[in-house]
């Protein structure tokens, strides 16, 4: 079963940190985390935006990353295989960056929403100006 955690989520000032944390059961190839801006909620998945990505082999060695081009150079993914977790690392953060995000995970790595069949409950991120 596919079971998708996040935590890590917190209050923060501008050009503050966070690292992001989604731990799984069982995973597609493909994890990646999504930013959900505040007052959408009610849009649901569809309103949710990629900010980062991982394609991840069956034998978890090769690991291939795409990122939103507003948090390129700001915000690292990575892959614990050992330890079933995918990192958000989000250095000098601005208010734009509030949100909630959320994990998922599906067989191919895209842009839309509605290709990830897993989602995690999310963790709330706001950044302080």
């Known amino acids: 079963q596919v079971r998708l955690v996040e935590s890590g989520g917190g209050s923060v000032q501008a050009g503050g940190t966070l690292t992001l944390s989604c731990r799984y059961d069982?995973?597609?190839?493909?994890m990646a985390w999504f930013r959900q801006a505040p007052g959408r909620e009610r849009e649901g998945a569809a309103s949710?935006?990629?900010?980062?990505?991982?394609?991840?082999?069956?034998?978890?060695?090769?690991?291939?990353?795409n990122y939103a081009d507003s948090v390129k150079g700001r915000f690292t993914i990575s892959h614990d295989n050992g330890e079933r977790t995918v990192y958000l690392q989000m250095n000098n953060l601005t208010p734009a960056d509030t949100g909630m995000y959320y994990c998922?995970?599906?067989?191919?790595?895209?842009?839309?929403?509605?290709?990830?069949?897993?989602w995690g409950p999310g963790t709330q991120v706001t950044v302080g100006g």
């Open positions: 069982h995973r597609r190839s493909c």
């Open positions: 998922a995970t599906s067989w191919f790595c895209d842009w839309a929403p509605s290709q990830y069949n897993f």
């Open positions: 949710r935006e990629v900010v980062a990505s991982i394609f991840i082999t069956h034998t978890g060695d090769s690991e291939t990353t």
